[in-house]
């Protein structure tokens, strides 16, 4: 299948089940309360932040995402990569690099972004592969975290 085959489009309501079927496949788990959370926030956001790939006329993968303008110290606009999924059977045919580059153009455009970026863990080196051939490079950011005790 090549690249062509691939449509990117806004997320709607309606793409909620196919979205709650890939995150079981990717997570584990069924996370209907936390999915539809996550659409309701996409609603209050720019459409062009939070996407869906189709082929075969079934969704394949999403992406969602956000603009930040200073946060985290970053001088300029930046395009940061939240969550990016991919059913297994429709991996390795361009959906993910289909996402991102829809994106990037739509941040281009409409947010006049100089960068683009993402939060990855090392031991999910399929994730950091394909950042990798997708142009991104490690930054000299790193997160900090603790535990907080209940
Ligand atoms: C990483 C992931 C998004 C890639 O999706 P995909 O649609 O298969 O990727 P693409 O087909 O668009 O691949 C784009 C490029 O990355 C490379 N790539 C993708 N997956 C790869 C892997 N597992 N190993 C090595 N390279 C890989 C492809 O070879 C391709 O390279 P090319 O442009 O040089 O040809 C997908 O495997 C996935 O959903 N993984 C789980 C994600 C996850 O855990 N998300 C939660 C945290 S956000």
Redesign the pocket.
Known sequence: MSRSDVTVRAIEPSDLPAIIRIDEK??GQTRKEYWQRRLEISALRPPWMSLVAETDGRIA?FLFGWVAESEFGMSQPTAW??????D?P?????????L?GRFVRSGQELRAIQKVA?L??LT????R??FL??GFHHGPMIQMERDVQS
């Open positions: 990717l997570s993968g990569v939240d969550l990016i999924g991919v297994p429709y991996r390795g045919r361009g959906i993910a690099h289909a991102i993402t990855i863990d999910q080196a399929d994730v592969e394909f051939r997708q």
